[in-house]
C-alpha cells in the first residue's frame, strides 16, 4: 500500500456539516484519517505533489444510522403497515414467533449487507438478544450496541438488568471500544421505573449512550398519564400483567423522561413524534440527543414527526431506519430523501448532517460523521455530477443507493 496521503477531488464535498464545498478536495492518509479538506484549488496549493483521483460527484462522511433493530431483519414485509401500534406490535410478535435461528441469522446478514451497501459506517442496533453483534462486528461497523430490557414487574426487571452484563460478557462487548454496549429501557411505559434507573446508573459509569424510545404513538402518552388506552391493554392481555401492579406515571412522555432523570446528552430519545412544542422545549434544553424514524413512523402510524418544530426548538435530530419490521430498507440516506420530500424547506444540508455528524453525536461518536483532521469517518462517494440548476446535496438525496461507494472505510479508534 502506498504510504502517501490520497486526493481525493469532486464536483463537491460535504464536511459533515455547514454549506457544500464546490469543486472540493479531501486529502486523506493511508490508514483512512483525514488530513485536510476544502476546496480543490486550496487542497493543491496547499498540499502540492500529490496525485488527483477525480471524481464525478459528492464526497461525503460515511453514513450513521443512530436506531435500527438488525435482529429483527428476517421480519420484512411481514407485518401489518397503517393501522396503528398496537396492531403492528401483535403483527411484528406473530411475525417473530414464526421464524426460526435460520430464517434470523439469514434476516441479520442480509440486513448488515444492506447496511453496507448503503454507504454506512456507524449504527446505533437496539437489541434485545444480542443475536447481530457477531455480524455487525465482522462487517467493522462501530456505534453502540443498546441491549433492551422491558417489563412491568419490578424485582423481575431490575433482575434482567443485572443479567444483561453476563451476556455482553460472554460476546467480549464490555471491553470493546467500536461497538459500545449499554444497557437500554424499551419505553418508559413498558419498563419499570426502577429497572430504568439501575440500566440508567449502569450506563453512566461506563461513560456509554443510552438510548430510549420516546413519545412515539397517542398510545404511549395516553398510558403514561393514566394508566389506560389500548398500549395498557396490550400490556394486560400479553404480559398478564395487571394494570394496578404498575404505577403509572401521570404526565407525558416528556415530563416523565425529565421526572426519571432521562433528559440529559448521555441519552438517545428516540422519535418524539408525538411530542407537542412545549415539551419539545425541555429537550432542547436538556440536550439529549434525538433520533427520528420517519418512514417507521409512516409505516406504522401514517405520521410524521414534527421535524419543522424541533428545529425551531433548536434540536438537530439524527435519523436511523428503525427495523425492517416497519421500514422498506436499512438505507438511513432514503430517511433523509423521505423528509426532504416532505420538509422542502429543510436545508438539504441539514438533511445530510442529520445522516452524518447529528448521527454521530446522537451516539456518542463525536469524530465520526465529519471530515476533520484526524478523525477516520470514512469517505462516501455519491456518484453522478448534479444536472444544471440542481445543487449538489439535493441530488446527492435524489441518487439511488447504487449510486453510493465507500472510497475509504471508518474506524472510531482515532477519537478527537
Ligand atoms: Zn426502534
Redesign the pocket.
Known sequence: MSERPRLLCADAVFLGEGPIVSDGAVIVDPRGAIVDAGTRSDMCRLHAGLHAELHRGLLMPGLVNA???VELSSLRGRTPSGKGFVPWLDGMLAARNDCDEVDESIGISEGVAELLAAGTVAIGE?TNTLAAVPALRRAGLVGCVFHEVFGLDGPKTVARVEALAREAEALGLLDDRSLRWAPSPHTLHTTHPLAIEAMARIARDRGAQMSL?LAEHPAERWALQSGTGPMVDWLERRTQTPREAFRWHTDGPILTAKTLGLLRADVTA??LTDAQPHELDLVAESGARVVL?PR?NLFIEMRLPPLLAMRRAGIEPAL?T??LASCPTLDVLAEAKVLHERFPDVPPEVLLAMVTSYGARALGFGSMGRLVKGTRPGILLVEGAPPAGLDAARHALRQPMSKRHLLVSASPNDEA
Open positions: 436506531h435500527t433493530h437496539v424510545h428516540v422519535h424514524c417507521s436511523g428503525d427495523s
